[in-house]
Nanobody, 114 residues
Framework: QVNLVESGGGLVQPGGSLRLSCAASGFTFSMYSMSWYRQGPGKERELVADITRVGRFTKYADSVKGRFTISRDNAKNTVYLQINSLKPEDTAVYYC???????WGQGTQVTVSS
């Protein structure tokens, strides 16, 4: 079964950075595109970034372009989200997703506040 475990969230000041990680198991990681979603307080769930199977192509929501970077290490079955220049509106629970299998992690909280 699909198992996705996110880590790396926390409380950070505006302008700060975090690196989120998602360890995957239960499926052949290198065969699937991966995504990061987020859901802020009182907001709908939002697709943040996608990455293809070997990381050749990535795609970002307009709201995070230039600040967020998605990457993956297929040898470690891990996908990452580097988030820079954080803003209060980036406060959300961030989820790792394998869309083709419908698998979601439990999420990691990112809070941006001074």
């Amino acid at each position: 079964q699909v198992n996705l475990v996110e880590s790396g969230g926390g409380l950070v000041q505006p302008g700060g950075s975090l690196r989120l990680s998602c360890a995957a198991s239960g499926f052949t990681f290198s065969m699937y595109s991966m995504s990061w979603y987020r859901q802020g307080p009182g907001k709908e769930r939002e697709l943040v970034a996608d990455i293809t199977r070997v990381g050749r192509f990535t795609k970002y929501a307009d709201s995070v372009k230039g600040r967020f970077t998605i990457s993956r290490d297929n040898a470690k079955n891990t996908v990452y989200l580097q988030i820079n220049s954080l803003k209060p509106e980036d406060t959300a629970v961030y989820y790792c997703v394998v869309p083709q299998l419908g698998g979601w992690g439990q999420g990691t909280q990112v809070t941006v506040s001074s």
